[in-house]
């Protein structure tokens, strides 16, 4: 089956490279906004927006009128068009809010181009350290990993922190990966970040946890420089302190999302490869609370449950697996997996490991739990396939 897939690598363009990328990142946004200003406009008096071919057809007086426009990459601009469109479409299907103009002040400033279809061609667009983008021309690049498939699009990205990323986004056939016939259920903790039913243990990996404890400490003194600015009545821009704390909070931050995701990806790709079938219970907010608490690491954890659980969606897909995700009322960790008994003083979070008083089963909790999700995960797939 086709899928896409993006590739994301590090590039350090020159100076001059530099200032284009910014330049295109300013026209593109400028063209954004003015169409959408238009759009809105034209909604407002006839009760229809503007449809993707006026805007291109517009485009060509839109250069003309803004001479500057022609400095940015022209393809960029096309995709801009593009995207407010798509942006209007999803937000139809009730997929998403109306769009909103872009701002300057937004923390990751990006733009979108097309790659040529003589250029779609990995060893064709990279070749050994440089990238050819369109108009930038050949760019240093940190190629890490191999890209395959067509590659159609490209984003380039510029972090808070000033460096350049490109995103690659493919078409490639992906094989599905052998079945194993393994069924299996994983319960995500607290202390452990997930517990598989064959017994394999996730932990949250140490150094995260302590750049975690750093970042923490390196946001709380970037408040407390906040408010000493307050007090002296200086703009935040011009409190050096103050931007010069920011600046490495935004660069910690950076390096604990990337570890963070690294990880995330590494556990989901181990459990796809070796299960067919994995059950997984559905976290509200409520569950997230209980299961946290502790507040400091609640926000972390909460993203990284949720993110997990969409990479392993994604990866089951593509890879021909299937994840049950297993209803909220479902209480995997009070039921005994043994006989189906519900024991209510499982709720205790405290209550690590429980004997059941109906069959005498000497549980650990959280491995418990990973059993029952896997049990239900066998019964609402034979389910499925009875009703097929
Ligand atoms: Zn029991």
Redesign the pocket.
Known sequence: MLRNKAYKFRIYPTAEQEVFFNKTIGCSRFVFNHFLDKWNKAYEETGKGLKLSDCTKLLPFMKAEYEWLGEADSMALNYSARSLDDAFKRFFKKQNKAPRFKSKKNASQSYSTQILAKNQNPEVLIVGDVIKLPKAGFVKIKAHREVIGRVFKATIRRTPTGKWFVTLVTEQEIAELPKTGSVCGIDLGRKTFAIVSDGTLYHNPKHLAAMEKRLAREQRKMSRRHLLAKARKCELAEAKNYQKQKRKVARLHEKVANKRLDYLHQVSTEIIKNHDIIGIEDLGIADMLSKNDRKSNKATADVSWYKFRELLQYKAEWYGKQVVVVARNYASSQT?S????KHKAVKNLNLREWT?P????HHDRDLNASYNLRNEAIRLTVGQTEID
């Not at 043994?338 to 008994?341: I, N, R, V, W």
């Not at 109906?358 to 089963?361: A, L, M, V, Y």
């Open positions: 005994c043994c006989c189906g008994h059941c109906n069959c005498g089963t």
